[in-house]
């Protein structure tokens, strides 16, 4: 497992703007998932460790993007246009090998979740 440390959550009103952060040494294909109470948690986004293939889930498709910085072992959310159903429980996850994933089972290591609300 790899050591993941997630940063940038906070209280934003709906329109507004939020970029996460989440540093992860080593060869991993990453993701983001979220989790508002009571309910499971679910894909976001996911690219690959050569940042060439990337994946949304419909519902932040054209708002959010994912990216990555391998020289300084950070990958990002930027988060757009955000909307009161955004609010979760942010988790970054890794996942050993160069493809992304989709589903919590493809991941091995998770961070320990920053929180983003937004106010409508």
């Known amino acids: 497992q790899v050591q993941l440390v997630e940063s940038g959550g906070g209280l934003v009103q709906a329109g507004g703007s939020l970029r996460l952060s989440c540093a992860a040494s080593g060869r991993y294909a990453m993701g983001w998932f979220r989790q508002a109470p009571g309910k499971e948690r679910e894909f976001v986004t996911s690219v690959s460790w050569s940042g060439g293939n990337s994946y949304y889930a419909d519902s932040v498709k054209g708002r959010f993007t994912i990216s990555r910085d391998n020289a300084k072992n950070t990958v990002y959310l930027q988060m757009r246009r955000l909307k009161p159903e955004d609010t979760a429980v942010y988790y970054c996850?890794?996942?050993?090998?160069?493809?992304?994933?989709?589903?919590?089972?493809?991941?091995?290591?998770w961070g320990q979740g920053t929180q983003v609300t937004v106010s409508s």
């Open positions: 996850a890794a996942r050993r090998g160069m493809t992304a994933g989709r589903t919590v089972h493809d991941y091995d290591s």
